[in-house]
């Protein structure tokens, strides 16, 4: 495991959660995501950051509830979320790419460094 994502946890709606992602002792690459995968779906874009512009991104499911974050000193990655809902239920996990490009953020298969996920379960 080249990423390590912690933070997870069982929360109840409404309620907020903060997840981490490290990497160390080596750089991230330019764009650093979050995805979320829940049972019997598809890996789903959740959150994505240009280190080097700070320039962010996100799911329009999470707009507003979400930030995506990063500590430079720290070479960790954030990612805040407010408000949870059930649908939001899931194994979170961080990636990056060297290679990455923009046009290729919210596609899963364009990372290939994966952190080892982090559950989050949202109860109502």
């Given amino acids: 495991v ?11 709606a409404g309620d907020s959660l903060r997840l981490f992602c490290a990497a160390p002792g080596r750089p991230f690459g330019r764009y650093v995501s979050w995805f979320r995968q829940a049972p019997g779906k598809e890996r789903d874009f959740v959150a ?3 280190w080097n512009t700070v320039t ?5 499911s999470v707009k507003g509830r979400f930030t995506i974050s990063r500590d430079n000193a720290r070479n960790t990655v954030y990612l805040q979320m407010n408000s949870l ?3 939001d239920t899931a194994v979170y996990y961080c990636a ?7 046009s290729t953020v919210t596609i899963a298969e364009a990372y ?3 952190g080892q996920g982090t559950q989050v379960t949202v109860s109502s």
């Fill in 96 to 102: 990056a790419s060297p290679s990455l490009i923009r």
């Fill in 2 to 12: 080249q990423l390590q994502a912690y933070g997870g946890g069982l929360v109840q």
């Fill in 85 to 87: 809902e059930p649908e």
């Fill in 112 to 114: 290939t460094i994966w």
């Fill in 56 to 60: 962010t991104y996100y799911a329009d």
């Fill in 48 to 50: 994505a950051i240009d």
